[in-house]
């Protein structure tokens, strides 16, 4: 039988590492990170990594992937895998990779990722195709807006022009989407698909913890104008949610679409860790704004298991984890094809 002391499981030093490579751990792997200059310390700290592997710089990961080959290493990808590699280059990550690369493409191309979604029976924000069309609330996102900084938002298309005046001039300024702008309580879900079980499961749900936006009730409204703070989104942190039961056969569902959905636009589908990322409105609709497909940082919370992988597994299951556990299992089946790609 084929053992899992051949293989050791990897990523990189950001994001999420700190679960994927405990859980790693946890299943009986080896672990290696790749970590930036000066980056090193939780990973030493935490006691996570058999073995770190230092880059200056995370986009210099393909002059480090050939010890990853020799090590017979699984790149376990996360949200800084895909932003420092960048989704274009991600076809040519040669070492064994965790996941459907191809799905990527789906996920960080807007026009795709809505065609997907919208195949799948999701509810979605409407989107405006111009300024002049704007007739309610918007919220203007700048394509690669790394962690919602710089999003802005508008009610009219002077409103529009006003505030995208500074942006005017200033790198892929002119690449953006004008997504309506849903009054609700955020609400991501986390869920893992796995190709051996065949199953989904729900691992848990957060909502992201943003600087200035979630401050801005901490000001009267009065100051808000006065001073003229203006809301901007950018991720500092999450906070655990639990959500209402009533609405967790729902939350399956849509799970399920999006899975079957995707086996029709690539190749192996998408499987593994992946995140609905929306808003619930009070009329309990939820319209989801994005996909996330891999492990999202809203499962760090779980790092001893949440709600839900508990009622599950009756073992703390992190995400990391259970990603480790997917890759254990398909080892020993004989199956580790089923969860590369
Ligand atoms: P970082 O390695 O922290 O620079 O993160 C890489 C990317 O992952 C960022 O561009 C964010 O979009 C996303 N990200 C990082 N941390 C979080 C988080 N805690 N919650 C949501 N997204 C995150
Ligand atoms: P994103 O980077 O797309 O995950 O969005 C970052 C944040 O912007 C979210 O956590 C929400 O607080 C907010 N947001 C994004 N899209 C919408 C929307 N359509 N309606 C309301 N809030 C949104």
Redesign the pocket.
Known sequence: MANIKDYKIATLG??TALQILKGAKDEGFKTICICEKGKTKPYESYNVADEIIVVDKFKDYFEIEQQLIDQNAIIIPH??FV?YIGAEKMMDVKAMHYGTKGILEWESDRTKERKWLLDADIKLPKIFEKPEDIDRPVIIKFHGA??GKGYFIANTPEEFYERYKKYEGKEGHEDYVLQEYIVGVPVYSHYFYSPVTGELEIMGFDK?YESNADSIGRVAAKDQVDVGIETTYT?T??VPIVLRESLLPQIFEMGQNVVDASKKIVDGGLFGPFCLEGIIDPELNYFVFEISARI???T?PYVNGSPYTWLRYNEPMSTGRRVARDIKEAIEKNELEKVLG
């Open positions: 950001s994001h949200g800084s932003a790394h962690g992201r991720i942190g999450n999202v940082a809203g760090n």
